[in-house]
T-cell receptor, first 109, second 117 residues
């Protein structure tokens, strides 16, 4: 099993603040994905990053894949209560997906 | 978009009984599906890879005789928890990809919450 450590594990911030979530591993991945999960539901894909150093932006969310393809970050600008949820990074293995330890974000109105 | 349906959404069963969970790809064919387990406030742990027409591949530490996986068609995989015990209570989620993971990612079912009493 390839381990992906996410930090922080829990994050509670006020609406309007910025935040960054980190995903680190000792393994190299061909691609890395970020998901968000609501309670009682399956994860929903946010983005896939493939190239080392790649940066992708989705509105207020910015995703970066490390140059060595071992780590990634998710930055949220001006967080909103609707951003509340469990954020999971996931590294793609040969035929499967390994999830990070998760970051539970709470945005307080 | 790709849709994966999981059924049931929740189930309560008595200790010692077996429970079957279904995972269907509704608008695409999936030669491979994945089963995950998630404990409260924790991340997803890959249990096994379900392969259409062949045996499932289990992750280390997952009992294959306890968690029976059948992938009899390109749109259906089932996970049967046999002789369930309270420690098997968890949230089980399946996933599949409609194509190249780079392009489509994985689509997840809505999960099944199993409670063994």
């Amino acid at each position: 099993t390839q381990l992906l450590e996410q930090s922080p594990q829990f994050l509670s911030i006020q609406e309007g603040e910025n935040l960054t979530v980190y995903c680190n591993s000792s393994s190299v991945f061909s691609s890395l994905q970020w998901y968000r999960q609501e309670p009682g539901e399956g994860p929903v894909l946010l983005v896939t990053v493939v190239t080392g150093g790649e940066v992708k932006k989705l509105k207020r969310l910015t995703f970066q894949f490390g140059d060595a393809r071992k780590d990634s970050s998710l930055h949220i600008t001006a967080a909103q209560p609707g951003d509340t949820g469990l954020y999971l990074c996931a590294g793609a293995g040969a035929n499967n997906l390994f999830f990070g330890t998760g970051t539970r974000l709470t945005v307080i109105p | 978009g790709a849709v994966v349906s999981q059924h049931p959404s929740w189930v309560i069963c008595k200790s010692g009984t077996s429970v079957k969970i279904e995972c269907r790809s509704l608008d695409f064919q999936a030669t491979t599906m994945f089963w995950y387990r998630q404990f409260p406030k924790q991340s997803l742990m890959l249990m096994a890879t379900s392969n259409e027409g062949s045996k499932a591949t289990y992750e280390q530490g997952v009992e294959k005789d306890k968690f029976l996986i059948n992938h009899a068609s390109l749109t259906l995989s089932t996970l049967t928890v046999t002789s369930a015990h309270p420690e098997d209570s968890s949230f089980y989620i399946c996933s599949a990809s409609r194509g190249r993971v780079y392009d489509y990612g994985y689509t997840f079912g809505s999960g099944t919450r199993l409670t063994v009493v």
